[in-house]
């Protein structure tokens, strides 16, 4: 059974930085994309980036420019880089990854930017 544990939220002043990382049970190689949603209350969960096993990297664009998704396979991590921060950007972030026809959740971090 894959696991998925995300850290790093919190709450930002606007303009500020946070990095959201994704520690997975198994080796991330072997998944087939990995990637962070974000749902905002009252909205839809949305995609915010995704990554290929390739590396192949994939923005919502809303983000385009301001966060960037990397993965470490050696730790079997996944990151969101989220710099230039705005008010819109709050909500709760999941990772997920994909490997065959299994999808797999993480359980959600918050992200506050509130000043």
């Known amino acids: 059974q894959v696991q998925l544990v995300e850290s790093g939220g919190g709450l930002v002043h606007p303009g500020g930085s946070l990095r959201l990382s994704c520690a997975a049970s198994?080796?991330?190689?072997?998944?087939?994309?990995l990637a962070w949603y974000c749902q905002a209350p009252g909205k839809q969960r949305e995609l915010v980036a995704s990554i290929t096993s390739g590396g192949t990297t994939n923005y919502a664009d809303s983000v385009k420019g301001r966060f960037t998704i990397s993965k470490d396979n050696a730790k079997s991590t996944v990151y969101l880089q989220m710099n230039s921060l705005k008010p819109e950007d709050t909500a709760v972030y999941y990772c997920?990854?994909?490997?065959?026809?299994?999808?797999?959740w993480g359980q959600g971090t918050q992200v506050t930017v509130s000043s």
């Open positions: 198994g080796t991330v190689f072997s998944f087939n994309a």
């Open positions: 997920y990854a994909q490997r065959g026809f299994n999808r797999y």
